[in-house]
């Protein structure tokens, strides 16, 4: 499987601020996404990263929160914009390998950044 | 309704037990689905894909009911190191790629 790092692993940053999360894979991969979790809960979908052109984000999520880029096949950025407390959770960047078709494929998931917002 | 939906536990377990784990998803559509495990404050790691037929890697077997749209994951002679949280996963848009995970069941096994 890939080998995934995200930057930085963990931050601590004022309401108001803005953070961006970065995302590295040791390989070129078609599927890029980003999740969060927040504190006891599981993983929410935020978006797909879409290389070339603009994230698909999920019902509750809008580009103006949380911009996306994605330049190329093996690196994305997500920015937490404007933060306040409610966003201090896990973000976590994840590939995915498609071997014939949503029937044969795995999702890999990169070691998370803990953010807290004070 | 939550599309993926697990019993929270925890789960404590001796050393050597056989435990089970129930999870049910919302979604006909739906044609992946993982088991994830999470240790704590730690990435899920895939675990293992679970196919229609069933299917089994050393000590854990998955299996699938899409008539139910239930999902199951068996371990058996559980070890110590087993202790972890278990995400039940299905993957939920049109492109079948973006997934749904559950909440997670807890396992704890003791000595």
């Known amino acids: 499987s890939a080998v995934i790092s995200q930057k930085p692993s963990r931050d601590i940053c004022q309401r108001g601020t803005s953070l961006t999360i970065q995302c590295q894979v040791d390989s070129q991969v078609t599927m890029m996404f980003w999740y969060r979790q927040q504190p006891g809960q599981s993983l929410t979908l935020i978006a797909t990263a879409n290389q070339g052109s603009e994230a698909t984000y999920e019902s509750g999520f809008v580009i103006d929160k949380f911009p996306i880029s994605r330049p190329n096949l093996t690196f994305s950025t997500l920015t937490v914009s404007n933060m306040s407390p409610e966003d201090s959770s896990i973000y976590l960047c994840?590939?995915?390998?498609?071997?014939?078709?949503?029937?044969?494929?795995?999702?890999?998931f990169g070691p998370g950044t803990r953010l807290t917002v004070t | 309704r939550k599309e993926v939906e697990q019993d929270p536990g925890p789960f404590n377990v001796p050393e050597g037990a056989t435990v089970a784990f129930n999870c049910t998803y919302s979604n006909s559509a739906s044609q992946s689905f993982f088991w994830y495990r999470q240790d704590c404050r730690k990435e899920p790691k895939l675990l293992m894909s679970?196919?229609?037929s069933g299917n089994e890697d050393g000590r854990f077997t998955a299996q699938l009911n899409r008539a139910s749209q239930y999902i199951s994951l068996l371990i058996r002679d559980s070890k110590l190191s087993d202790s972890a949280t278990y995400l039940c996963?299905?993957?939920?848009?049109?492109?079948?790629?973006?997934?749904?995970f559950g909440k997670g069941t807890s396992l704890l096994v003791t000595p």
């Open positions: 679970v196919y229609s």
């Open positions: 996963v299905v993957n939920g848009d049109n492109s079948g790629y973006a997934l749904n």
């Open positions: 994840s590939v995915g390998q498609a071997y014939g078709g949503p029937t044969s494929y795995e999702q890999y």
